[in-house]
Structures are given as structure tokens and as C-alpha cells.
């Protein structure tokens, strides 16, 4: 079992950054893949980044402009959000599965949640 707590989101204006934080528990991470998922208001969830313990993914609305990052030894896992638009905004998720090269979907453990809002 693996619980995950997101943090780090809040209110920014659009081209602004936020990092959001992903902290594990329970299990060590690093034979885990790790993802990121958004759900904005009125859509449903969908894949924004996931990391492999060899490859890695994004969407293509954010790519180029967030970079997912693992720290095993903290059991942690990054979402870097640059040059943010106003679309970005949305509930954003951390995932966890235990070790596969598929990062798009498909995952097992889901944190709370954390909201990220872009003003424009």
C-alpha cells in the first residue's frame, strides 16, 4: 500500500510557476512509476506527466513547460510548472503504480489532490 499527499498548489498568474510536491508513504518509491493527472472543472481527469525508473512522458499541452522529477531517497515526487496559462487550472492528482513502463494510465494509488488556479 502506498499513500501519496499532494502539495504546492495555490493561485498564480498566468506565466508564473508553482512546484507541486507528491510525498509517499508506506512503500519505497523507487520501483514505482509515478504520474500526475489534472481535472478541471466540468472535464474529466486526464495524464499530464509520468515517470519510469527509465523513461518518462507528458502530455501534449504541457510539454516543454513541466518537468516531473523523482527523488527515491525521499520518497517524493516533483511537478514543475512553468509559463502557466490560465487552462492549467485544475485539481492536480498524484498516481502511483508499482513498476511498469506504461506512465499514461492505468494506476493504483491516487493522493487527495491538490488545486492549482491561473489567473489571467
Known amino acids: 500500500q502506498v499513500q501519496l499527499v499532494e502539495s504546492g498548489g495555490g493561485l498564480v498568474q498566468a506565466g508564473g510557476s508553482l512546484r507541486l510536491s507528491c510525498a509517499t508513504s508506506?512503500?519505497?518509491?523507487?520501483?514505482?512509476?509515478m504520474g500526475w493527472f489534472r481535472r478541471a472543472p466540468g472535464k474529466e481527469r486526464e495524464f499530464v506527466a509520468g515517470?519510469?525508473?527509465?523513461?518518462?512522458g507528458y502530455a501534449d499541452s504541457v510539454k516543454g513547460r513541466f518537468t516531473i522529477s523523482r527523488v527515491n531517497a525521499e520518497n517524493t515526487v516533483y511537478l514543475q510548472m512553468n509559463s502557466l496559462k490560465p487552462e492549467d487550472t485544475a485539481i492536480y492528482y498524484c498516481?502511483?503504480?508499482?513498476?511498469?513502463?506504461?506512465?499514461?494510465?492505468?494506476?493504483?494509488?491516487w493522493g487527495q489532490g491538490t488545486q492549482v488556479t491561473v489567473s489571467s
Open positions: 498516481a502511483a503504480k508499482y513498476s511498469s513502463t506504461n506512465y499514461y494510465s492505468e494506476y493504483d494509488y
Open positions: 508506506g512503500r519505497s518509491i523507487s520501483s514505482y512509476t
Open positions: 515517470i519510469a525508473w527509465n523513461s518518462g
